[in-house]
Nanobody, 128 residues
Framework: QVQLVESGGGLVQAGDSLRLSCAAS????????MGWFRQAPGKAREFVAS????????RYVDSVKGRFTISRDNAKNTVYLQMNSLKPEDTAVYYC?????????????????????WGQGTQVTVSS
């Protein structure tokens, strides 16, 4: 089973940028579609971005399109979330997720139930 560890969160001002990283253990990282979700206080966990195991296909929630970019480095077993032009409404705990169940190279997933493993989360706080 793949283990995930997120990092890169912090407290920033509106308009700033952050890059989240998710380091995965195991030798099968390149075989796994990956995703980022977030959960704000009192709200349900929300899909943010996903990337296929090939890295070719990506998908974003509308609220972050044009501001966030998901990418992966299979040589480093790491997936990234570059977050630019941050807004106070982006404040949340951000979770990395992995799909280990078999899937095609260009498939991506946008619901939490489609993922098999989760990291512990990293806090992102954006002040106005």
């Amino acid at each position: 089973q793949v283990q995930l560890v997120e990092s890169g969160g912090g407290l920033v001002q509106a308009g700033d940028s952050l890059r989240l990283s998710c380091a995965a253990s195991g030798r099968t990282f390149s075989s796994n579609a990956m995703g980022w979700f977030r959960q704000a206080p009192g709200k349900a966990r929300e899909f943010v971005a996903s990337i296929s195991r090939s890295g070719i296909s990506t998908r974003y929630v509308d609220s972050v399109k044009g501001r966030f970019t998901i990418s992966r480095d299979n040589a480093k077993n790491t997936v990234y979330l570059q977050m630019n032009s941050l807004k106070p409404e982006d404040t949340a705990v951000y979770y990395c997720a992995v799909r280990e169940t078999y899937h095609s190279a260009d498939a991506y997933y946008i619901t939490s139930g489609e993922y098999d493993g989760w990291g512990q989360g990293t806090q992102v706080t954006v002040s106005s």
